[in-house]
């Protein structure tokens, strides 16, 4: 990519409208349509019922301010805040026709949108019934709930941004999945992902890296052979001689390129002033999956969330009621017991 974008060609990438993708966001309509990932989310989130707004209202502002704890009035509303971002650039290109701007003062100045990382969360929560009796079997109190919870979620987001990032890496593509994801496309991380829907098949590789980001929103520091033991007996991972242990330590490097302050300091204050430090302390020191109870609990809800990642509206979760999977899993569970 050149060291200057022309904002004609960012405002033009837009131009064509697609269906639940957000005209006034800089490069929405342009992901939606070209990445079956971001599609996918973007579909199921509205199909359960999320809208997203760039309307200035109290959540919206307190959303520019502090979005981590905004994340239950965002699925408590059932509305995602956005940034009308596309709007500034075609009136700086109306007054300045012709006008280009290097990528990296575009990266660090405009204001960026995360919807796909926050459609994730919604999308979680729509799964995530409180009727849901699945965690009854894994967690004795509504605070160890909610926070096990947040981090299936959490580790659902990542997931789903770093297999969206996957998608095309290439310079323009990469550029434009960064100013809406708190992620950007490699070369390198495509090539992993690839790899890894090749060897392991699209559930399989997405259960490792899920189970791989559920370790590391969890973990003090880096991973160690436990942890590959976990991840891999959490997922069930058919082992043979061929197995290809190398492509999965790096789904493993990959999950813990997780920012390590937000996944070592961030989390522990956020948990804290929603009264529930002393729960999360609890999940980070219980070494979750290494319990088969547990582990078979991930891997339905895992599955879950893969259907809806690769095949949105079309999966099983979106065509019904997203309980009904959930308690299926959940008499599987007490089958395993």
Known sequence: MSAEVPISELVELDARPAPNALADAVGDRYLYSTNPVFANVRDAAVHFGYR???????LWR??????LLTLHRIIRGKVVPY??????????????????????????????????????????SSIFRREDPG?????????????????????????????????????????????????????????????ARREFGDDLAFLILWLCYFEANLALGEPD??????VLEAADAPLSPDFDTQLFARLISIGFELN???RESTALTYFGLLGCGPEFGALREARWLEHDRYRN???????????????????RVAEGNPRTLMRAHSRAMQSNK
């Not at 997203?52 to 109290?58: D, E, L, V, W």
């Not at 006008?99 to 979680?124: D, M, W």
């Not at 609990?297 to 999966?315: L, N």
């Open 52 to 58: 997203f707004s760039a309307r200035n209202t109290r």
């Open 62 to 67: 307190d959303y520019q301010v502090l979005p």
């Open 83 to 124: 940034s009308d971002n596309r709007s500034t650039l075609t009136r700086l290109l109306e007054r300045h026709p012709g006008v280009a701007l290097p990528a990296s003062f575009i990266q660090n100045n405009i204001k960026r949108n995360y919807t796909l990382h926050e459609a994730a969360h919604c999308i979680a």
């Open 135 to 195: 965690f009854a079997f894994v967690c004795r109190t509504k605070k160890e709930r909610f926070v096990l919870k947040e981090i299936l979620s959490e580790s659902f987001a990542n997931t789903v941004e770093t297999f969206a990032a996957a998608v095309d890496p290439s310079p323009m593509p990469a550029f434009i999945f960064s100013l809406n994801s708190y992620m950007r496309g490699t070369a390198k991380g495509k090539e992993v992902m690839d790899g």
């Open 225 to 230: 052979e436990s942890t590959h033991v976990r």
């Open 260 to 262: 390590r302050g937000f």
């Open 297 to 315: 609990f991930a891997r339905h809800v895992g599955s879950v969330f893969a259907e809806v990642m690769w095949r949105g509206v079309r999966s």
